[in-house]
C-alpha cells in the first residue's frame, strides 16, 4: 500500500470512530424523545435528500481545486453538526429537517472525496486487497465505537451520557482535520461533466446504477431501523453497543475470509451467494421482531454482506478504468451516489408513507421483508455486466 493509501485508511479508521460513537444513538435519541418511528425516518430522508445535491457541488469544488478541499469541508460540517446537538439537544425533535440537512450536507462533501481519493490511494492491482483492509479496519472501529458509546450513555445516565459520546465526536473531527492535512491528491481536472453526472451510456455502467438503485433500498435504511429496534426491545443503549459489536467483528471476520476465497473468478458466486444468505437472514423478523429475531438477522446479515459488496465495489472503478474514462472519476462517482440516494429516498418515503396510513402494527415485519430481498434484483442487474468476464482482471 503506499503512504497515500495508508493515510486514507488511518481517516477511514478515525471517521469511522467519530461517527460510529454517536450516529447509532442520534437516531436512538430521536425514538426515545418521540416514541415515533416517522420522525426518525424524516431525520435520515432529509439526509437522503441532500446527500446527491452536495455530491454535485463537492465534485465542482473538486475539480476547482481538489479533493482535500472537499474532504475538510465534510469534516467541518460534521463539526458543525455535532456542536448544534450538543447546543440543542433537548429540542432535537423541533429541529430533525435542519438537523437532517446539516448531516446530509457534511456526508456529501466527505464521502465524495473519499471515494474519489479512494480510487487514487489504491492502484488497479491492488484496489481489491485494499478494499480488504479497509473493511477489516473498519469493522473494528465499528466494532469498538458503538459499544463505547453505549456503555458511557448507560453509566454516566441518559443527559449526561449523549453529551459526552457527542463531544467526543466532536474531538475525533477535530483531530481528523489534522490528519488531512498530511494527504495530497493532484487536480482532477478543471470542468464538471454534466453528461456524465446524470448517466452514462455504457452497457455496463447502466447496469451498475439500476443495480445500485435497488441496493439503495435497503442499504443503510435497514441500518437504523434495525439499531432502534433493538433499542426499543431492550431499552438498553449497551445492548444496541454489544450487539454492533457482535456484528462488527463478524464482519472483519467476513471481510477477511472474503479476502482469502474469492478470486476474481469468484466474484459472481460471492455476490449472488451473499444476497441469497442476506435475503435468508431477514425471515425470522416477519414472524416476530424482538431481541432474539433482531439477533439472528445481525449476525447472519454481517456475515454475507461482505460477500455480496466487495466484488461491486472493486467493479464499479474497474468499469470507469473499462472504458479509459479516468479523468470522469469525480462525475462517475457522483453519478453513483446520486442514485444510491434515489434508492434510498424511496424506500424511505415508502416506510413514512406506511407508518402514516397503515395502523397495523406488522407493518414493519413486512417491510424489513422487503428491504432484505432488495439486493436480489441487483444481483439480477449485476450479473449481466462484461466486467465479470474478464477473470484475470486484479481488483
Not at 471515494?115 to 488497479?124: I, N
Not at 467493479?315 to 472519476?329: G, M, Q, T, W
Amino acid at each position: 500500500m503506499s503512504k497515500e493509501a495508508k493515510i486514507i485508511l488511518v481517516v477511514s479508521i478515525l471517521f469511522t470512530l467519530a461517527l460510529g460513537l454517536s450516529n447509532i444513538f442520534v437516531n436512538i435519541f430521536l425514538w426515545k424523545k418521540s416514541r415515533d418511528f416517522t420522525i426518525v425516518a424524516l431525520y435520515n430522508l432529509m439526509h437522503y435528500i441532500f446527500v446527491p445535491i452536495t455530491f454535485i457541488l463537492a465534485g465542482w469544488l473538486s475539480k476547482k481545486k481538489n479533493g482535500i478541499w472537499s474532504l475538510r469541508l465534510g469534516i467541518v460540517f460534521f463539526i458543525l453538526f455535532f456542536s448544534l446537538t450538543l447546543l440543542i439537544k433537548d429540542q432535537m425533535l423541533r429541529f430533525i429537517y435542519p438537523l437532517g440537512i446539516l448531516f446530509g450536507i457534511a456526508a456529501g462533501f466527505y464521502w465524495l472525496a473519499y471515494h474519489v481519493l479512494s480510487f487514487y490511494g489504491p492502484t488497479a492491482q491492488n484496489r481489491f486487497t485494499c478494499y480488504g483492509f479497509n473493511g477489516i479496519s473498519v469493522g473494528g472501529a465499528n466494532a469498538l465505537a458503538p459499544l463505547i458509546g453505549g456503555y458511557i450513555i448507560q453509566s454516566a445516565g441518559n443527559t449526561k451520557g449523549y453529551t459526552i459520546v457527542f463531544s467526543c465526536s466532536l474531538v475525533l473531527f477535530f483531530i481528523l482535520i489534522l490528519v488531512s492535512l498530511l494527504l495530497k491528491t493532484k487536480s482532477y481536472g478543471t470542468k464538471l461533466d454534466f453528461s456524465h453526472i446524470w448517466g452514462s451510456q455504457h452497457q455496463d455502467w447502466t447496469k451498475l446504477r439500476k443495480a445500485i438503485t435497488v441496493w439503495g433500498f435497503r442499504d443503510v435504511v435497514i441500518g437504523f431501523l434495525i439499531s432502534t429496534l433493538v433499542f426499543k426491545s431492550t431499552g438498553s443503549e449497551l445492548s444496541v453497543g454489544k450487539l454492533s459489536l457482535l456484528a462488527a467483528a463478524l464482519s472483519s471476520l467476513a471481510f477477511l475470509t472474503q479476502q482469502k476465497l474469492i478470486k476474481p473468478q469468484r466474484r459472481v458466486l460471492s455476490m449472488t451467494l451473499g444476497a441469497a444468505l442476506m435475503f435468508a437472514a431477514v425471515w425470522g423478523l416477519t414472524w416476530q421482531i424482538g431481541y432474539p429475531t433482531l439477533l439472528i438477522f445481525t449476525v447472519l446479515d454481517a456475515m454475507f454482506t461482505p460477500f455480496f459488496i466487495i466484488p461491486i465495489a472493486s467493479a464499479s472503478f474497474n468499469v470507469i478504468n473499462e472504458y479509459h474514462e479516468e479523468n470522469l472519476r469525480v462525475e462517475y462517482v457522483i453519478n453513483k451516489e446520486i442514485v444510491l440516494n434515489i434508492g434510498r429516498i424511496i424506500s424511505t418515503t415508502m416506510l413514512i408513507g406506511l407508518l402514516t396510513f397503515v395502523k397495523q402494527t406488522s407493518v414493519l415485519n413486512f417491510f424489513l421483508l422487503f428491504l432484505g430481498s432488495t439486493q436480489l434484483v441487483s444481483v439480477f442487474f449485476l450479473r449481466g455486466m462484461k466486467v465479470w468476464k474478464d477473470k484475470a482482471r486484479s481488483t
